[in-house]
Each structure stands twice: as structure tokens, then as C-alpha cells.
């Protein structure tokens, strides 16, 4: 319903305009020294994977709202991930959830995704909710259980998501886990610690020699007086103990009010374990609201550390970028439209830092200088760079309007009838 035909009808309303801003820009970028072309490049390779459990409306536990055409089943949410590729020219990846998305025939569905241009990313694990049939409950933990079949029950649950994940064609596991104490004295805070860190070593040894474990932190929620991995310095400290292959995952809403998450970023790379993000925004905690909503600048400032590492060797290939965001009033689609422009957007305004300037205002410590060097990055309207970037790779100018202008989700609607599809609270 997304075809090459809907998406120049599309581009064809905003081609003068776009025409104009761009040669504009690129007068703009050379003047600083700077390759516009290079810069399309860069962000035409950017990839970004799109989480199964964002396609449909999320919900908090006050309640949830559903849209019309929402998606029943894992095949209809790679349609609708595959729309989101076309548009935007990213999100050719799709990370899934085991057990809400797993599939009855993985090898099946692997076909089915290849046919929409979509291959799987990182398979989740989830042991912070009981699952039907299940002998034991995650009551009090999983990894960090006292009751050692809990944890082995945890550890056997990782090795089928990674069976699911191999026979989809993924490359690594992430892991969150809801374990930690609601209250003081509920657990032995060093021996909870200590038997996450054996469960994760238990399955680090079984997985494929060519995965990556991602390990994501979050300081509280289930847990709100102790959790075990709640923050980057525990998750460094397991990724560390636990193998080569395991590193750290930053998920945007996953650090307590007022943390420099772009220096965590700078540190976990020097740290030679940056995994992986999951990119959404907060206010107040998990919030899982829309990437660059609510502290765009924080999103660049992110971006410019990976592009200044990646420039300088510091990082030898880019993270696992993932988004991870809950749509409670915005079409889903729509939201992840939109926040992959967001994304290529910041990621173009990381890669105008004047790099060379930047680090002689650094050396000689002239700090305006220094800070403008990234206000001038930062306030640069790149949008016609994205848009360049998205129409190299057969995406649209505007990819929200030419959604619109294409009736998909009306047409979706007529076909999609019965129990729509309902996603747990996001992680
Ligand atoms: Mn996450």
C-alpha cells in the first residue's frame, strides 16, 4: 500500500520547497568547511530498529485507548515496520519480544519478514512476569532468585529466546530484568547481585559464538527500593565479569532526574562496553515518551559523543541503535515516523560539529567558544539533509505527510477486524 509511486506523488508536493532549503544548507555547510554530501551519506547508513511492542497503542495501567487498523499479530506488525522503512529508509529491523511476539514457526516467519525487506534485530527476554504454565513464579526475582529452580527456569527461558532469535537470523540477546527489593532488608543486596551475575554468565556460555549480550539497567519500577542492575555502573560491572561479548545498553528513560546521559554514553565507550540504546524520552522517569520530545538537546548531545568516538577510533563500529518508546495517544506508526526523523536529524547535527574547532576551543579552554562550536551544530535546521537522506534511499521528503496522503492506515483498518492486538505496558 506504500509503494516507490505513492512515495514520489509524495515527494513531488515537496520538491521545490525541499530544492530550495537544501541548496541553502549546503551553501551553509561549505562555508564552514563542511561536505554536505558526506554528511547525506552518514545519515543515510543510519539504522535504527523498531520494537515489535511499539506498533500498537501502548497504555499505562490507568487504562489504554486503541486506534482503528492496529495490528493483530507479529506478521501485521512487520507490514506496518515495513512501511516505516520505506518512508524513512531505516528501520529495516525489528526487535522482538519473547514470549508476547513469539512465533509458532520462526523459519516461517523469517521468509515472511525477508519478503517486506524487515530482518530481525535483538530478541528481548522477559522473566519479570509469570507466563502461562509456567512451574515457578518471578514473585521475588528471577536472576536473582533465592530458590535456585527459579533461576534455572530464568537462565532456560534466555536460551529459548536466543533459539527463537538464531532461528530468526538475530545477533544478540538484551536482557532487563524487573529483579531487585521493594523494601529494605528484602534481599541481601551483595548476594543478589552476585547470582544475576552467575545467571548471566550461565547464559552468555550457551549463546552462539557470534551474538552480543546487551545488559540494560534502570535505577527503579517494579522494584522501588533496591534494583540489582539499576544503573550504568552495575551493568559495567557485569558486563565486565561476565564476557567479552556482553556490554551495556542506555535506555534513554532508564537514569534518575538530572543525570549527564551523554557523559555515561562518553564513559561506557571509553569503557570499551557501549552495546546499545533505546532511544525514547522522559520527563520524570520511565516515560517512554517520543525520542527528542522533551530534551532534544540532551539527544544531540548524545549523538555528538558517538560521532566524535566513531571519528576518532574511540568506537570501532556504531552501538545497536533501538527505539523503545510507548504510544499512548499517537498513531504508532505515525510516532515512529516521526521519531526516526528526529533520529536522523540529531545524528546530521552531530556530524556538522566542527570538530577541529571544537577541539582547539577544548585545548585552549575558551569555554563560549567551545559551547557554541555545538550551539551552531545544534541550531542548524538539517531538515532538508535528512529529507536528501531519506529520498537517496527511495523514502520520502515527508515521511508523516506522505503516510497520510497514502490511506494506509484507513485501508488497514478494513482489513484488520476482530481481537486487535494488545501490548503489554513497554519496558
Ligand atoms: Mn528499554
Not at 528501520?91 to 525487506?117: F, T, V
Not at 533465592?146 to 536466543?162: E, G
Request: aromatic share 8%; charged share 25%.
Amino acid at each position: 500500500m506504500i509503494t516507490p509511486d505513492t512515495i514520489d506523488a509524495s515527494n513531488r508536493a515537496f520538491d521545490e520547497a525541499w530544492r530550495s532549503d537544501y541548496a541553502h544548507l549546503d551553501e551553509q555547510l561549505r562555508r564552514r568547511g563542511l561536505d554536505p554530501d558526506a554528511v547525506v551519506e552518514q545519515v543515510a547508513a543510519f539504522e535504527v530498529a523498531a520494537p515489535s511492542w511499539a506498533l500498537g497503542t501502548g497504555g499505562t495501567r490507568f487504562g489504554r485507548f486503541p486506534g482503528r487498523g492496529e495490528p493483530r499479530d507479529i506478521f501485521e506488525k512487520m507490514q506496518d515496520v515495513s512501511v516505516v522503512r520505506r518512508l524513512t529508509g531505516s528501520a529495516s529491523r525489528i526487535s522482538l519480544h519473547i514470549p508476547w511476539d513469539e512465533p509458532d514457526d520462526p523459519r516461517d516467519l523469517r521468509e515472511q519478514a525477508a519478503a517486506l525487506g524487515v530482518a530481525f534485530d535483538a530478541v528481548n527476554s522477559n522473566t519479570f512476569q509469570d507466563q502461562a504454565g509456567q512451574t515457578s513464579s518471578y514473585k521475588f526475582g528471577s536472576f536473582q532468585h533465592t530458590d535456585p529452580s527459579v533461576r534455572k527456569q530464568a537462565v532456560a527461558h534466555n536460551l529459548h529466546a536466543i533459539d527463537v532469535g538464531a532461528a530468526l537470523g538475530s545477533k544478540a540477546l538484551t536482557i532487563w530484568l524487573g529483579d531487585g527489593a521493594n523494601y529494605p532488608g528484602q534481599t541481601h543486596l551483595r548476594k543478589a547481585y552476585e547470582r544475576v551475575r552467575d545467571c548471566l554468565a550461565d547464559v552468555y556460555e550457551a549463546m552462539p559464538s557470534d551474538w552480543n549480550l546487551f545488559i540494560e539497567h534502570k535505577p527503579f519500577e517494579p522494584a522501588f527500593y533496591a534494583t540489582v542492575v539499576s544503573d550504568w555502573g552495575s551493568s559495567l560491572m557485569l558486563a565486565r565479569e561476565t564476557g567479552e561479548r556482553a556490554s551495556c545498553l542506555v535506555d534513554l528513560g532508564h537514569h534518575l532526574p538530572n543525570v549527564n546521559v551523554e557523559q555515561v554514553v562518553a564513559r561506557l565507550i571509553t569503557a570499551g562496553r557501549l552495546g546499545g540504546f533505546h532511544f525514547n524520552d522522559a520527563k520524570y522517569g520511565d516515560d517512554d515518551l517520543t525520542a527528542g520530545s522533551i530534551k532534544p538537546y540532551q539527544l544531540f548531545l548524545i549523538f555528538n559523543e558517538l560521532a566524535d568516538a566513531l571519528a576518532d577510533g574511540a568506537l570501532p563500529a556504531s552501538p545497536s541503535y533501538m527505539i523503545d518508546q510507548s504510544h499512548n495517544v499517537k498513531d504508532p506508526i505515525e510516532a515512529l515516523l516521526q521519531t526516526v526523523d528526529r533520529l536522523q536529524k540529531s545524528w546530521a547535527r552531530a556530524l556538522i560539529v566542527r570538530r577541529d574547532a571544537l577541539a582547539h576551543y577544548q585545548e585552549t579552554n575558551d569555554v563560549l567558544m567551545a559551547e557554541e562550536t555545538l550551539r551552531e551544530a545544534y541550531e542548524t535546521d538539517v531538515g532538508a539533509l535528512a529529507a536528501a537522506a531519506r529520498k537517496r534511499l527511495g523514502g520520502a521528503i515527508d515521511p508523516v505527510a506522505a503516510f497520510r496522503a497514502s490511506r494506509y492506515r484507513e485501508q488497514v483498518s478494513e482489513a484488520r477486524t476482530g481481537a486487535a492486538y494488545v501490548p503489554p505496558q513497554s519496558l
